[in-house]
Each structure stands twice: as C-alpha cells, then as structure tokens.
C-alpha cells in the first residue's frame, strides 16, 4: 500500500507525468502548506536533475506503435528545427503516390528544409515487391546523404520502420548508417512495426497506442487536414 503523503514525502523519481493516480489523489489531499513544501522540494530534484544532465546530444528517435500520429509528432520536431533556423530533411519512404499537404507547407522554408517524398504508396496499391524495394532503398541512400551531413540538423525518415519491417531494408544496414551522423544532429524514424535492434539502439522511443479509430470503428474515410 501507498504510504499517505505529507510535507516531508517526496517521490524524487517521479515527475507529473508519471506520477500514479493514488498520488496525485493523495497531492490532493494536502493542506496549502504542505502542497508548497512539496512543490518545493519537487523543484529543488528537478533543478538538480537539469544542472546534472548533459548540455546536448544528437539523438536517434523512434516513432512508432499502431496508434495513429507518429508522422505528426514527428513534424512537429521538424517546425521546432525550422523555428531555431535549423536546416531539415524530411524522406518519406511510402508516400509520394500522392502530394502530401505537409510538403506544400514546408516550402514557405525552402531555404531551410530539403523535402523526398519517394515511396509510391501502400503496399497494397503498388503490388511490385521488387519496385517497393527499389524505392526503399533509393530513399535511404537520400537519407543517408543528409544523415552523413552536418548542415542538416535534423532528418526525419517517415515510415522507414513498415520499410524495414517488410523486409525491403536491413536494420543491420540502417543502424550502421546511423552511426554515420554528426555527433549533435538528430535522425527520427517513423512508422509502426519498429524491430527490436533500433529500439535498442535509439535515445528516445514513442509507441503510439491505438485506441479507437473513425475508420476502423465508425467507417470514416481519410479526411484533409486529419490524415493528409
């Protein structure tokens, strides 16, 4: 059993993100006194935590799970990039049978984002094992041109994963590519089915959780906007 909060308990190893649901009701509970000195020495592990970690690293960042929003999150590191005047390369390794709105927006930093959109779409509509490896593997030799290069600080490889998972792409071959990048950039890679060896070997990693969707559950097609 949870022991009863007070002014002098601190769970110095967690944050309010991962803080369980008894403890946030038992934070509650607390008279303001108490909640101040809590809050207190909260501050004082986080502030300690910070002047601890590391000033910066390049990170390799894994997106991925059968929910829906792993591209999203993804491009939203990408605005972040861009707003620091960052330079970006975005591959996308199953799209480019269609025009992907996000590129029509990312031109207005054309001087700042290189954009590949070189798949041909789902599996299912090309129907040409050997094209879809073609195409694979044409957009990781792209990749790894900017992935080599320092000028770009962040690469974002989208769906890369569902290419690696279809065997169209080695992971032994990504992970040695990877090891190639500048100490201080970063490499994200997208899509669902990640293989365990890049989840081991990647800094940060978000599944993304499938709870409900329109399509699945309700039968609502694709809409702009939501999906492209």
């Keep these: 059993m949870t022991p009863p909060l007070n002014a002098n308990t601190m769970e110095s190893n967690e944050t309010w993100e991962?803080?369980?649901d008894t403890a946030v009701a038992q934070i509650s509970s607390l008279t303001p006194e108490?909640?101040?000195?809590?809050?207190?020495?909260r501050?004082?592990?986080q502030d300690q935590r910070i002047a601890q970690a590391s000033p910066e690293k390049g990170l390799i960042i894994v997106n991925t799970g059968n929910g829906k929003g792993k591209t999203t999150a993804a491009l939203g590191m990408v605005l972040r990039s861009l707003g620091h005047g960052y330079k970006v390369a975005i591959i996308q390794f199953i799209k480019g049978g269609w025009e992907p709105s996000e590129k029509?927006?990312?031109?207005?930093?054309?001087?700042?984002?290189?954009?590949?959109?070189?798949g041909e779409g789902f599996t299912w509509e090309t129907q040409n094992r050997d094209r879809d490896i073609e195409k694979a593997l044409a957009a990781w030799h792209k990749g790894l041109e900017y992935i080599?290069?320092?000028d770009y600080k962040l690469v974002l490889l989208d769906e890369i994963n569902i290419a690696i998972k279809l065997g169209y792409l080695r992971v032994e071959e990504i992970l040695?590519?990877?090891a190639q990048k500048p100490e201080d950039n970063?490499?994200?890679?997208?899509?669902?089915?990640?293989?365990?060896?890049?989840?081991?070997y990647a800094d940060l990693v978000t599944e993304m959780n499938l709870v409900k969707h329109p399509f699945r559950d309700q039968g609502v097609k694709a809409q702009p906007g939501i999906e492209y």
Excluded: C
């Design 18 to 20: 991962t803080t369980s």
């Design 34 to 41: 108490q909640y101040q000195k809590k809050m207190q020495r």
């Design 43 to 45: 501050k004082q592990v």
């Design 104 to 118: 029509k927006v990312f031109s207005l930093w054309q001087d700042q984002i290189e954009f590949h959109a070189m």
């Design 148 to 150: 080599r290069n320092p």
């Design 176 to 178: 040695a590519g990877l």
């Design 186 to 200: 970063h490499v994200i890679l997208t899509g669902r089915g990640a293989p365990a060896a890049l989840i081991d």
